[in-house]
């Protein structure tokens, strides 16, 4: 008999760990999974897609061909409409949430943040990019989801994970008990267990920061760069900096070799960058359960209050230590710009 461990038969084996969800929870991530290899198999034909959509962007089944955040948007909304788990849906890739109305959703007690594809500046290089989940209980009672469903911080999170798309792909997940990492093994087309219970160190030797944009970093950002670049044996310093430009990828790199990832304010980006509902909370839930920590700059990310869909942040997300010394170059600069 073989030992390996499917994504299904780990998350049948974890129901029990969830009294209350008689299975809906499970099916919920079946869906997702199912979304993902789908994602999978697109994705690991990108370069193809010119050749086949050669003939007026149709391809050779006379279907349209799409871009790639497009079809994995579509993949994941069908995958969670149709599963019957989830009443509505927010993604990155439309401004109003989907709400899921049908006969299958009628008792459906979820609602999922979605970026389905991310990094998808990097997918014509072939070059890794991810998709991030976020689930949480509703708070309306019945009926179709609300955006109100959604206005819930980070800490009420119930499961978030992301896909990535790499060299191989992986579907990492929590709960809230610890992190599992399943890689595909495209001859089976199953998730398998591969990286049981992900612990991050709590220093590390990597910062994954985008440097190009430095002359609009904030003091703290630019002082805490420059920490980072600084000589010192007992810390590992000058640690090496490694920048993907797919969070996902950069975030999951760090998870396990340890280290920081940041998406500063910066003068065009005076909120940040990446958005809290389907990128920061559910990346901040897995670095944290992980053993890491994931912040503003001064606060933690998952106690931001959430007031619109699509609302941005800064973040600062990784091993503790390193997230911790970044916080005080933050509040100690932070402090020096107010006084002037
Ligand atoms: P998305 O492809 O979902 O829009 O996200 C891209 C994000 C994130 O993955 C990455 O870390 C960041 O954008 C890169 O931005 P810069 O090119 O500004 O560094
Ligand atoms: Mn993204
Ligand atoms: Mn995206």
Same mark, same amino acid.
């Given at each position: ?36 290899? *789908? ?57 109003? *949430? ?65 896909? *990535? ?78 920048? *993907? ?96």
């Amino acid at each position: 008999m073989s030992k390996v461990k499917t994504l299904g038969q780990f998350i049948i084996e974890k129901q029990s760990d969830f009294p209350y969800a008689k299975g809906e929870f499970s099916r919920l991530l079946r869906d997702i999974g199912i979304a993902a290899k *789908i994602v999978n198999r697109e994705v690991n034909k990108a370069g193809l897609a010119d050749i086949l959509g050669e003939a007026g962007e149709t391809n050779v089944q006379g279907e349209q061909v799409k871009k790639l955040d497009i079809f994995a948007n579509e993949q994941f909304i069908a995958a969670l409409t149709v599963g019957g788990e989830v009443c509505a849906i927010v993604s990155e890739e439309n401004e109003e *949430i989907i709400t899921v109305d049908n006969p299958q959703s009628k008792n459906a007690k979820y609602v999922v943040a979605i970026d389905p594809l991310d990094g998808s500046s990097n997918i014509d290089a072939n070059v890794s990019v991810g998709t991030i989940f976020s689930v949480y209980r509703r708070t309306s009672l019945s009926g179709p989801g609300t955006i109100e469903d959604f206005m819930q911080r980070g800490t009420e999170q119930v499961a978030a994970g992301y896909v *990535i798309y790499g060299s191989s792909t992986m579907l990492v997940y929590t709960t809230g008990r610890g992190v599992n990492g399943f890689t595909l093994d495209p001859s089976i087309g199953e998730f398998c267990l591969s990286h049981p219970n992900i612990k991050m160190t709590r220093s590390g030797k990597t910062y994954s920061i985008n440097e190009g944009y430095y002359v609009h970093f904030q003091d703290g950002v630019k002082k805490f760069i420059k920490w980072c670049q600084e000589e010192d044996k007992a810390t590992n310093r000058p640690y090496s900096s490694r920048y *993907i430009g797919s969070a996902v990828a950069d975030i999951h790199r760090n998870l396990l070799y340890g280290g920081i990832f940041i998406y500063p304010t910066t003068a065009q980006a005076p909120k940040g960058k990446l958005r809290l509902l389907y990128e920061c909370n559910p990346l901040a839930f897995i670095v944290e359960q992980a053993g890491g920590k994931a912040s503003d700059g001064t606060k933690r990310i998952m106690e931001i209050d959430t007031k619109a869909l699509h609302q941005r942040t800064p973040i600062f997300i990784g091993s503790a230590d390193i997230v911790e010394m970044a916080e005080d170059y933050m509040r100690k600069y932070a402090a020096v710009e107010v006084k002037g």
